[in-house]
């Protein structure tokens, strides 16, 4: 039996928990790592409503699906981010262009995941940080030292009463390494863990989708890190540049063959999960691995029930033994 394999229910928020469930199950899943939007689970009431907990629980439990992990995206991003009319659609409508308040409430909120996550009995929540300094990637007009430090001091400063939350309920967070975040590619994600260095329930949910459109090799970044991964995502992207594509994208949507890269349903891209399988057994990770699927060329009840095939071949164990020490002398 490999590691226990899940399903994040981010791209399946347009169902019903109970429909999810159901769908997870005959996929072949051992679990979900539930959204904390949509109808899957609200945080602050998981948080004050323990009839409310028991209820999602039941369902869990019948149809035998653990639920080790809460995912928290587009919550988080409210935290880090402000002022951008494109938050209007994460945070409650009522809320709509109110920066503040959306920052407020999407405080409050990742709070009560924390509480959220004790009560379910799960061990970490995934999601986004948010970055003020996003829009300055590209280092024209001049983008300083001091203006780049201040971004980070901010996230800092923003997310620590937030984990003190997370410490008091023996909870652990973890970042997702994106574009659209302060930690995005390797250097970035170094400097924010030094920033963090004094919070080790700050941590990596370690997803290889994003690192390998950007030349990033992920299990290098896996190992490198991997005192600070506490979940992973098993997600995969191709890269198909043409000789007109770029990897910026050129504001075309996903799925558009004209991008100069996409995410791929697990085994039809360019991650190469061998060698991560590898790192997470040598380093004795034995947290979940949580299927995030996404692929705009295949129908999606096909490609999640293929993922989750997928993960169990190549999920293998680690040796418990030398090859060669059948052929010692005795």
């Known amino acids: ?10 791209q ?13 199950k005959e996929f072949g899943y051992d679990g979900l790592e539930l959204a904390c939007w949509g109808n899957h689970l609200d945080p602050k009431r998981a948080a004050e409503d323990d009839e409310y907990v028991a209820e999602v629980k039941e369902l869990l439990n019948k149809y035998d699906l653990k639920c080790v ?17 494109r938050l209007n659609g994460f945070a409650p409508p009522e809320l709509a262009d109110k920066p503040d308040e959306i920052r407020a409430w999407a405080i409050e909120s990742m709070k ?19 970055s003020p300094i996003w829009k300055y990637l590209y280092s024209f007009p001049q983008t300083s030292e001091e203006l780049v430090e201040s ?5 800092y400063d923003l997310w620590t009463p937030i984990l003190d939350v997370f410490v008091e309920n023996g909870i652990k967070f973890a970042l997702e390494v994106h574009p659209g975040e302060i930690a995005f590619d390797y250097y970035s994600t170094k400097r924010l863990l030094e920033k963090f260095k004094d919070r080790p329930e700050f941590g990596l949910n370690f997803d290889p989708s994003h690192l390998v459109w950007q030349g990033i090799t992920p299990h290098v970044f896996l190992e490198d890190f991997i005192d600070r991964v506490y979940h992973v995502h098993m997600k995969d992207a191709a890269v198909t540049l043409d000789g007109r594509s770029g990897l910026l994208g050129s504001h075309i949507d996903f799925g558009d063959l004209r991008r100069g890269w996409n995410f ?10 061998e060698n991560i399988i590898r790192v997470l057994n040598a380093y004795d990770y034995q947290g979940p691995l949580s299927v995030e699927w996404e692929d705009s060329g295949m129908e999606r009840e096909y490609g999640a029930r293929e993922a989750a095939e997928f993960v169990r071949k190549i999920d293998f164990k680690a040796s418990d033994f030398s090859f060669d020490s059948a052929m010692a002398s005795k």
């Open 1 to 10: 039996m490999g590691r226990l394999l899940t399903l994040m229910t981010a």
């Open 12 to 24: 399946w928020a347009d169902l019903e928990l109970e429909e999810i469930c159901s769908k997870a």
């Open 69 to 85: 992990a809460l995912c928290t995206h587009i919550i988080g991003q409210c935290v880090g981010d402000y002022n951008d009319p």
């Open 112 to 130: 009560y995941s924390a509480i959220a996550a004790k009560k379910m009995g799960c061990y970490v929540v995934t999601g986004f940080v948010g």
């Open 151 to 155: 971004g980070f001091q901010e996230i």
């Open 264 to 273: 791929r349903s697990l085994g039809h891209g360019d991650v190469d999960f």
